[in-house]
């Protein structure tokens, strides 16, 4: 279980502000996922034969898409075929 302090202090090492009356929610969605991840340690994953593995995505499929003229022809500022955008950091 994690406590409220807990939660501030990963905020904190994270350096995100998390508002003081959302770290109770944030409190119960992160004992949510640890609970679900002490579910997922008693499956007896030694009984999955490789076989019962698939992929539940789709395959990739190459399919035509914007020419690049196109494509920059929106953006405000572009620059030796990018988009150019403000300076983060």
Known sequence: MVSENEVEGIARLADITIE???IAGFTDQFNNILEYFDILDTVDSEEIEE???YNV???DEIIPSLP???ALSTPGETEEGYIKAPKVM
Do not use: F, H
């Open 51 to 53: 076989g019962d593995l």
């Open 20 to 22: 003081k009356d959302k």
């Open 68 to 70: 690049q003229e196109e």
């Open 57 to 59: 995505l789709r395959e």
